[in-house]
């Protein structure tokens, strides 16, 4: 789901931070200087940290249901609102971490300075600050998505952690519009559940408008890979006790997802987009 509270705030800050720069417009001195900008009251916290953390919380606790629906409701509804909680001050607060109006602050002061150096009028000046994108309501929709997809990463993280699964793994969709540093993380296969992928990510999103997901599982009884060296003993019929199968394949449209996998294994066929648990008969023929 998209936080749409969240979206329409960022979209009235925007229009917010626009209005009162240029409200000097009307005033006796009609010139515009970097101290409007420094001087603009930039705490979103106050205006729009109710809504987000709503949102936030609904997404999360989504997700960890989802995840873990034999888990506690209540456990459930504890985690979401201490995440939604911590990342809404993150996002919100002037000294969080993830500020977007400090973000957004920088960019207006740059964009005014170059106007001011190109000797804009303050009527250029407003024309173009009401076109800019960090005033956009695709601005606010980007960074709604990308919040939403890192709140439901990290609502499946939690609800997996709670169920003792310790592993993770990072899976695209397969098809040539995966990014490269997602390409890399999948290629990562199984890592610690605390553990970064080689983006440095802990779940997803990787970037705005990633498409990927995150699997999480309890850590085999071997370390060994039960297939590992077993691919040619299978597809010679030699090894049949080991509940592998020779190839493992989409029940629905019969893409290779791997060979010499371990029957009831999941995998993830990129081009039904859905989870499959390999079982015998399942077009493994």
Same mark, same amino acid.
């Given at each position: 789901?998209?936080?749409?509270?969240?979206?329409?705030?960022?979209?009235?800050?925007?229009?917010?931070?626009?209005?009162?720069?240029?409200?000097?417009?009307?005033?006796?001195?009609?010139?515009?200087?970097?101290?409007?900008?420094?001087?603009?009251?930039?705490?979103?916290?106050?205006?729009?940290?109710?809504?987000?953390?709503?949102?936030?919380?609904?997404?999360?606790?989504?997700?960890?249901?989802?995840?873990?629906?034999?888990?506690?409701?209540?456990?459930?509804?504890?985690?979401?609102?201490?995440?939604? !909680?911590? !990342?809404?001050?993150?996002?919100?607060?002037?000294?969080?971490?993830?500020?977007?109006?400090?973000?957004? !602050?920088?960019?207006?002061?740059?964009?005014?300075?170059?106007?001011?150096?190109?000797?804009?009028?303050?009527?250029?000046?407003?024309?173009?600050?009401?076109?800019?994108?960090?005033?956009?309501?695709?601005?606010?929709?980007?960074?709604?998505?990308?919040?939403?997809?890192?709140?439901?990463?990290?609502?499946?993280?939690?609800?997996?952690?709670?169920?003792? !699964?310790?592993?993770?793994?990072?899976?695209?969709?397969?098809?040539?519009?995966?990014?490269?540093?997602?390409?890399?993380?999948?290629?990562?296969?199984?890592?610690?559940?605390?553990?970064?992928?080689?983006? =440095?990510?802990?779940?997803?999103?990787?970037?705005?408008?990633?498409?990927?997901?995150?699997?999480?599982?309890?850590?085999?009884?071997?370390?060994?890979?039960?297939?590992?060296?077993?691919?040619?003993?299978?597809?010679?019929?030699?090894?049949?006790?080991?509940?592998?199968?020779?190839?493992?394949?989409?029940?629905?449209?019969?893409?290779?997802?791997?060979?010499?996998?371990?029957?009831?294994?999941?995998?993830?066929?990129?081009?039904?987009?859905?989870?499959?648990?390999?079982?015998? =008969?399942?077009?493994?023929?």
């Amino acid at each position: 789901r998209r936080p749409d509270e969240l979206t329409d705030g960022m979209q009235g800050a925007g229009a917010s931070i626009a209005e009162r720069l240029l409200a000097r417009l009307g005033a006796p001195v009609r010139k515009l200087e970097l101290s409007d900008v420094d001087g603009h009251d930039w705490d979103w916290y106050e205006l729009y940290y109710q809504a987000v953390v709503a949102e936030l919380q609904a997404a999360f606790e989504a997700a960890y249901v989802a995840a873990g629906p034999e888990l506690p409701p209540t456990q459930a509804q504890t985690e979401a609102v201490r995440y939604a !909680r911590e !990342r809404g001050a993150q996002l919100l607060r002037l000294d969080g971490n993830l500020n977007l109006a400090e973000t957004t !602050r920088r960019g207006v002061r740059t964009f005014v300075a170059e106007a001011i150096e190109q000797g804009q009028s303050l009527g250029q000046i407003q024309r173009n600050l009401r076109d800019e994108f960090m005033f956009s309501r695709q601005r606010a929709e980007l960074v709604a998505r990308t919040e939403s997809a890192e709140a439901l990463g990290q609502g499946e993280k939690i609800a997996a952690l709670a169920q003792g !699964r310790d592993q993770k793994r990072w899976i695209t969709q397969g098809d040539d519009r995966v990014e490269p540093e997602c390409l890399g993380n999948q290629g990562a296969g199984w890592i610690g559940a605390n553990e970064r992928f080689p983006s =440095g990510h802990d779940v997803i999103p990787a970037h705005p408008r990633c498409r990927c997901r995150t699997t999480f599982r309890h850590t085999p009884v071997s370390d060994v890979d039960p297939s590992e060296g077993l691919a040619d003993d299978i597809a010679a019929g030699r090894d049949e006790s080991r509940g592998l199968l020779a190839e493992a394949r989409c029940p629905r449209c019969a893409k290779l997802l791997g060979k010499a996998k371990p029957k009831g294994l999941s995998l993830w066929c990129p081009r039904c987009k859905m989870e499959v648990e390999l079982v015998e =008969g399942a077009r493994d023929d």
